[in-house]
């Protein structure tokens, strides 16, 4: 198996240690970023804002998974971290949940918009795929860690699992396999669906994209990890399950997720009525990039030159960014100096017409 930490030193007596399960998640974060990004300046907003947003949305988000972690764990019976209560804040060993991961970072996402006047649907719409593809990026630290296994199986795909990372009830297990006992990777499950249902809404975001309004590819998201996640619950047996039933807390909350998605997007297109949903905006609301104006001299010719006496009048033209428009101030005619003609010139009768030919009749 890989060793969880990748290198570990002391500096000042303080022990640094750099795991493989934060490269991950940070690398699923970043990589999350960048599709987030090119699908903002495709819905005609600012992408450069989702770097802002995420010095934000990142801590606070992991803040949120850490705490949802240690309250399911708590609910599940387990005591590991109210024994010794300062494990809660050792994020590296591992044990960060989805859904605080989105409750808090939704919350930090929603504020942060806010503060800046950028759509919030907007933002969802473009930043739900790319949640699924960095949330798969990040499972293979699960792997790394020996964690969300799923029960064992005889499969050619089931994984190994050391004694000193299984569950209790999966102490003693040879008689599911010669060569050892193997489980279901559940994680690697979840990581393909991702993968596959964020491909799916990003060609539809493209495919339809004179049908899409508001919240749609978000509505989209909500159906897609919601179920994936219900779907990956039947195979988490570390999970903790509401009484005496088979359905665990997680479980619950993603089928909660997937109807909320599908209300959404009935809702959105107008299959359902909802009165809160009258005031639903139809367009993204786009925030004006702030420019400025930087007047520039150009040379009008052709049909656009004003020309006097024959000659072309440079013009002073200036940008108008507020309005987008091009606003053109002439400047004023260039007058001749008369020349004074001369004697013999004055003499000269005026020509007045062309005369005929000769041949001419």
């Known amino acids: 198996?890989?060793?969880?930490?990748?290198?570990?030193?002391?500096?000042?007596?303080?022990?640094?240690?750099?795991?493989?399960?934060?490269?991950?998640?940070?690398?699923?974060?970043?990589?999350?970023?960048?599709?987030?990004?090119?699908?903002?300046?495709?819905?005609?907003?600012?992408?450069?804002?989702?770097?802002?947003?995420?010095?934000?949305?990142?801590?606070?988000?992991?803040?949120?998974?850490?705490?949802?972690?240690?309250?399911?764990?708590?609910?599940?019976?387990?005591?590991?971290?109210?024994?010794?209560?300062?494990?809660?804040?050792?994020?590296?060993?591992?044990?960060?949940?989805?859904?605080?991961?989105?409750?808090?970072?939704?919350?930090?996402?929603?504020?942060?918009?806010?503060?800046?006047?950028?759509?919030?649907?907007?933002?969802?719409?473009?930043?739900?795929?790319?949640?699924?593809?960095?949330?798969?990026?990040?499972?293979?630290?699960?792997?790394?860690?020996?964690?969300?296994?799923?029960?064992?199986?005889?499969?050619?795909?089931?994984?190994?699992?050391?004694?000193?990372?299984?569950?209790?009830?999966?102490?003693?297990?040879?008689q599911y396999s010669v060569d050892g006992t193997r489980f279901h990777p559940t994680f690697a499950y979840e990581m393909i669906l991702n993968i596959l249902l964020a491909l799916l809404l990003l060609w539809i975001s493209r495919q339809y994209a004179d049908r899409m309004k508001p919240g749609a590819i978000f509505s989209g998201w909500l159906i897609s990890a919601g179920f994936i996640r219900a779907f990956i619950e039947f195979f988490r047996p570390d999970q903790p399950r509401i009484g005496d039933s088979f359905v665990t807390y997680s479980m619950l909350v993603s089928f909660l997720m997937g109807v909320a998605g599908i209300l959404m997007l009935l809702i959105r297109y107008g299959r359902l009525q909802f009165a809160l949903a009258d005031g639903w905006e139809e367009q993204y609301q786009i925030k004006p990039v702030e420019q400025t104006a930087r007047p520039r001299r150009e040379r009008i010719i052709a049909e656009n030159a004003n020309v006097v006496d024959d000659e072309v009048v440079e013009e002073e033209v200036v940008i108008a960014p507020e309005k987008k428009k091009r606003v053109v101030k002439a400047k004023a005619p260039v007058k001749k100096t008369p020349v004074k003609k001369s004697l013999a010139e004055k003499k000269a009768p005026a020509k007045r017409g062309v005369s005929k030919s000769r041949n001419e009749k």
Do not use: C
């Open 1 to 174: 198996m890989i060793d969880p930490v990748i290198f570990s030193f002391k500096l000042f007596n303080l022990p640094i240690t750099l795991r493989w399960y934060g490269v991950l998640v940070m690398f699923g974060a970043v990589v999350g970023a960048l599709i987030a990004e090119r699908e903002i300046k495709r819905r005609g907003e600012n992408g450069e804002s989702v770097w802002d947003a995420l010095i934000w949305v990142l801590p606070v988000g992991i803040i949120g998974a850490r705490l949802w972690y240690v309250l399911n764990s708590i609910l599940g019976g387990s005591r590991y971290y109210i024994d010794d209560p300062i494990k809660i804040i050792n994020i590296p060993e591992g044990g960060l949940h989805f859904f605080g991961g989105l409750l808090f970072g939704g919350i930090a996402l929603y504020f942060y918009l806010k503060n800046n006047g950028m759509d919030f649907w907007l933002f969802l719409d473009a930043i739900a795929p790319a949640a699924l593809i960095g949330q798969a990026l990040a499972r293979p630290a699960n792997f790394i860690n020996q964690e969300l296994y799923g029960p064992p199986t005889k499969l050619f795909w089931g994984i190994s699992i050391d004694a000193q990372h299984r569950l209790p009830q999966y102490a003693d297990l040879s």
